[in-house]
């Protein structure tokens, strides 16, 4: 088995991320062996404050394995001055608040690379933090709108239509990562930190190629909604497909393949008709090509059809659910995803870090820590505070209590 992932070890994050966006970049950075310590208000952050118990409760576990958490009232004169202490020793700052959010709070990302000429300061948004949309309010469902996700997808007579997964959120959190170890790498180099500075609208932008060709290609001209087909109709089959027991997706982008899906589905006969052998042919009849696929695949189950299409080298698969998802013997095989046990939600199973896959590491995952579990040892580390220390910044109201979670109502 494979040591655990320590292409990080030694860099170490305060985390303001919330929600999704953030907490992605560093759930990647917390995997690839970053000490990133999640620093919250005295009430935990958005995703957490929703309560362990609700939607939020998985989304909160996954996004926050092996960090710590120390809670920080930024709204507090003193809590600025702990935060700016820990800055001095810190290497990425990452958050994922409104433009002007931490600049309001007096830290600034140039504020802050004045104490830590080296730091990487990070931030993630829905447009970026310069150009006329910049204060847009963003979330992942309004991203889709204006990055025109919603209006390719669904069907042609329905509105548009949102992703069923939260891809801005993600993507978005990709690239926060993707760039901040650009610049620690960087770094190395010059010696100095700097900015990055991620939108997800612009990180969801090159999922628009295929849609962007099929403009250009019919002459600069808006199409409708082309369902489960290929954005230009210029590819069939290129669908999803009725089975016995629920739904496949076929996708034929080589005249090879066509050639595997008739030997597939015992068709030889279509192998000499000329009209049906070119990809252009077979887009001008895309009707006919989809009823000869719906015919066959009606008569079979999702796994008979992977199974033959597969055989012949035919790219397909099965539109599978949630729960087929968990139990995939291939992701836990794999190390993806990992059964656990949660003290509220029971057995769930957790993701793993997909670069971790790629480099063969495995992480053991621990479970989000409790709201400021890690006080004591963060603020002794960084600080040197001792309990009596602690217990006034309490009192005083700069930190919170270890473990005095929100209680979900906001």
């Known amino acids: 088995m494979a040591e655990k992932n320590t292409s990080l070890e030694g860099i170490t994050v305060l985390d303001l991320g919330q929600i999704y966006n953030g907490p992605y970049a560093t759930f990647l950075m917390a995997m690839a062996g970053a000490r990133v310590i999640k620093v919250e208000a005295l009430t ?4 957490r404050g929703r309560g362990p118990s609700s939607a939020a409760g998985y989304p909160f ?15 507090s004169d003193q809590g600025r001055d702990i935060f700016k202490k820990m800055v001095s020793k810190a290497d990425v700052v990452l958050e994922n608040y409104s433009p002007d959010a931490m600049k309001n709070f007096g830290l600034s990302a140039a504020t802050l690379l004045e104490i830590n000429p080296r730091l990487v300061y ?24 204006m990055s025109g996700i919603m209006s390719l997808t669904g069907f042609a007579d329905s509105p548009p239509l949102k992703s069923g997964v939260a891809l801005c959120d993600f993507f978005g959190g990709v690239h926060l990562y993707g760039a901040i170890i650009t610049q620690l790498f960087e770094r190395n180099t010059t010696g100095k930190g700097g900015i990055v500075d991620v939108a997800m609208q612009d990180a969801v932008l090159p999922t628009l190629a295929s849609a962007i060709g099929a403009y250009y290609y019919n002459d600069r001209q808006l199409t409708a909604r082309t369902d489960n087909r290929h954005p230009a109709l210029t ?6 497909y009725q089975a016995a027991d629920g739904h496949v997706s076929i996708i034929c982008v080589r005249n090879a393949h066509w050639r595997g899906l008739l030997k597939a589905i015992d068709r030889p006969e279509l192998l000499d008709d000329q009209e049906l052998a070119t990809m252009d042919g077979r887009a001008t009849k895309m009707q006919q090509v989809d009823a000869i696929v719906t015919n066959w695949t009606r008569q079979h189950s999702k796994s008979e059809i992977l199974e033959k299409l597969q055989q012949q080298g035919v790219p397909s698969a099965m ?43 495995r992480v053991e995952p621990t479970l989000p820590p409790d709201l400021g579990e890690h ?9 040197d505070l001792g309990e009596a220390d602690l217990a006034q910044l309490i009192a005083d109201g700069v930190i919170g209590r270890p473990g005095a979670e929100a209680d979900g109502s906001r």
Request: hydrophobic share 35%; charged share 20%.
């Open 44 to 47: 935990g952050e958005t995703l």
């Open 61 to 75: 576990t996954t996004l926050n394995q092996n960090k710590e958490s120390i809670t920080l009232n930024l709204k």
């Open 122 to 145: 990070a931030c993630g948004s829905g447009y970026g933090r310069e150009g006329p949309h910049r204060d847009y309010l963003a979330m992942d469902l309004t991203v889709q709108a």
């Open 235 to 240: 590819m069939a089959p290129y669908n999803v």
């Open 319 to 361: 539109v599978r659910n949630i729960e087929e998802i968990l139990h995939d013997p291939h992701l836990l095989g794999r190390g993806m995803l990992k059964p656990v046990q949660h003290p509220i939600m029971g057995d769930i199973t957790l993701m793993n870090s997909p670069i971790n896959i790629a480099t063969g590491s």
């Open 375 to 383: 006080n004591q040892r963060v603020y002794k580390d960084f600080l």
